[in-house]
C-alpha cells in the first residue's frame, strides 16, 4: 500500500510557542490529504480537509487561524499549531487517499505534541 | 446521536476466540465502510473495506454490511495475542475524497 510519512513524531514546546507538522506521501501523489487529532483514548476527530492549491475546509469548531493549513505540493501538507497551550497536547494524524483509488485512506504514523 | 457509534470495550478473550466487533450508524447515506486497526500510539492500519451491503473475507478476517439495520461488524478468527489493539470502524459516503467518520473504537485484549 502507499505509504505517508509525518514530521516530526512527537515534538513537547512551551506554550505560546508554533509548531509546524509535516504530512507526505512518499509514493503518490496526493491532491486531498485529511488531518485528524485523537485524545488519549478517543476516537480520530477530523479537524480539516487539505487541498492542493487552495484553501483548507475546516470542521465546525475547529479554529481556522489556530491550526493552520499548507498543502504546498502534491506530496506535502503542513499543519501549524499557532500559539499553543497545553490544551492543545494531543495525538496529530494525517490521511491521504490515493489518485487512482480515492476512498481508501493510507494513514500517517501520527505526531504527539506536548505542550508544557 | 452520534453518527457512528462502537462500544469501546475493553475486550479480553482468550486466544483462539472468534472475536466480534460491531458498529452502528445513523447516516444512511453512507455507502463504504472500512475497518481500521490501531496500535497504542501509531497511526491507524486499514484492514478491510466494503461498499454497501454485503459480506467480505480476507485470511482471519470478516466484514459484514447490513445497510437496512445501519449495523456493520467485523469478525476475527482464531484470535491471536499479535491481534490485541484499538479497532476503529469507519464509513462515508463513497464518493471520491469524501472525509471519512470514524466510530470511537473498541479496544481488544487477546490473552495467551
Known amino acids: 500500500g502507499a505509504v505517508v510519512s509525518q514530521h516530526p513524531s512527537w515534538v513537547i514546546c512551551k506554550s505560546g510557542t508554533s509548531v509546524k507538522i509535516e504530512c507526505r506521501s512518499l509514493d503518490f501523489q496526493a491532491t486531498t490529504m485529511f488531518w485528524y487529532r485523537q485524545f488519549p483514548k478517543q476516537s480520530l476527530m477530523l479537524m480539516a480537509t487539505?487541498?492542493?492549491?487552495?484553501?483548507?475546509?475546516?470542521e465546525q469548531g475547529v479554529e481556522k487561524d489556530k491550526f493552520l493549513i499548507n498543502h504546498a505540493s502534491l506530496t506535502l501538507s503542513t499543519l501549524t499549531v499557532t500559539s499553543a497551550h497545553p490544551e492543545d497536547s494531543s495525538f496529530y494524524i494525517c490521511s491521504a487517499p490515493e489518485v487512482m483509488a480515492p476512498n481508501e485512506q493510507f494513514f500517517g504514523p501520527g505526531t504527539r505534541l506536548t505542550v508544557l | 446521536q452520534k453518527e457512528v457509534e462502537q462500544d469501546p470495550g475493553p475486550l479480553s478473550v482468550p486466544e483462539g476466540a472468534i472475536v466480534s466487533l460491531n458498529c452502528t450508524y445513523s447516516n444512511s447515506a453512507f455507502q463504504y465502510f472500512m475497518w481500521y486497526r490501531q496500535y497504542s500510539r501509531k497511526g491507524p492500519e486499514l484492514l478491510m473495506y466494503t461498499y454497501s451491503s454485503g459480506n467480505k473475507e480476507d485470511g482471519r478476517f470478516t466484514a459484514q454490511v447490513d445497510k437496512s439495520s445501519k449495523y456493520i461488524s467485523l469478525f476475527i478468527r482464531d484470535s491471536q495475542p499479535s491481534d490485541s489493539a484499538t479497532y476503529l470502524c469507519?464509513?462515508?459516503?463513497?464518493?471520491?475524497?469524501?472525509?471519512?467518520?470514524f466510530g470511537p473504537g473498541t479496544s481488544l485484549s487477546v490473552i495467551p
Open positions: 487539505s487541498n492542493e492549491g487552495s484553501k483548507a475546509t475546516y
Open positions: 469507519a464509513m462515508n459516503r463513497g464518493t471520491s475524497y469524501d472525509k471519512v467518520i
